[in-house]
């Protein structure tokens, strides 16, 4: 489970996070939804322990991000928005080399990229250098490092960017698992079709602000609207700006 309480982040006299506070549940998908801007990826990069928050809180599994960053990691896989992968490695030399990282014996981490290569359909590529690898190749690679320690956490910032038809597909049949098999699942997107058909719950920031949250069902009956993209664009302005 991951808490997050009034979080603020300044970058100078940018307040790129004022005030967001969520909770996503275990066996749950919660999607983190905003305009351009709003303090989703600063939000994630306070989360994972990438940046250090201001004020505020995150709590991963009931461990301080802030007071105990290397625990709370070991609870969290993540997908960042940049992908960062070694182009001179393989594949299995990233899950690897992450798995060790994470403090995996070395017989564990073997046993694990076994069962990623089946579960991510990774056989072909599993031992080509990552330098020429597709986009959809490139994100299997980053998923697997992710899921390489069996976190129970799983964050993804716009995991289906840039890939075709399948490899969406294949993201999509890959999250709705990992929440049968318990993880909490937190990801951002601005595909409200993908948001529509995959969350359990939703927060939605704006101005570095928690707006609302809730499931769809509530947010739609909240606001009045139909579909999730006119509640949306109601709740962050946007329909404000191109009027």
């Known amino acids: 489970m991951i808490e997050v309480r009034n ?26 939804l905003g305009p351009n ?15 250090l928050a201001d ?12 007071t105990e960053p290397q625990r709370a990691q070991r609870h969290m896989g993540v997908l960042p928005d940049s992908r960062g992968l070694y182009v001179r490695l393989t594949a ?5 080399y992450y798995g060790r990282l994470q403090g995996l014996t070395a017989a564990l981490v073997e046993e694990r990229i076994e069962r990623l290569v089946g579960q991510l359909e990774m056989g072909t590529i599993i031992d080509r ?17 992710a899921l390489v320690h ?15 038809v399948g ?9 709705r698992q990992m929440r049968a098999d318990g993880k909490c699942v937190l990801f951002s997107s601005h595909i409200m079709q993908e948001v529509t058909a995959l969350c359990d719950h939703l927060v939605i920031i704006s101005g570095g602000r928690t707006v609302v949250q809730g499931t769809p069902e509530e947010i739609l009956t909240t606001t009045g609207h139909e579909s999730l993209e006119d509640a949306f664009v109601s709740l962050t302005g946007i329909d404000e700006v191109v009027a």
């Open 7 to 32: 979080l603020g982040k300044r970058f100078g006299e940018v307040v790129a996070v004022d005030d967001v506070s969520f909770a996503a549940a275990d066996g749950k998908v919660t999607g983190l």
């Open 37 to 51: 801007g709003a303090g989703k990826t600063t939000t994630l990069r306070v989360l994972y322990g990438l940046l």
């Open 55 to 66: 004020r505020g809180d995150v709590l991963v599994d009931d461990i301080n991000v802030t």
């Open 92 to 96: 299995r030399e990233h899950l690897r």
């Open 129 to 145: 250098r990552v330098q020429g690898f597709s986009q959809g190749e490139r994100v299997k690679v980053a998923v697997g490092r």
């Open 150 to 164: 069996a976190p129970s956490n799983v964050l993804l910032d716009e995991p289906t960017n840039g890939l075709d």
């Open 167 to 175: 490899a969406t597909r294949a993201m999509r049949h890959l999250i």
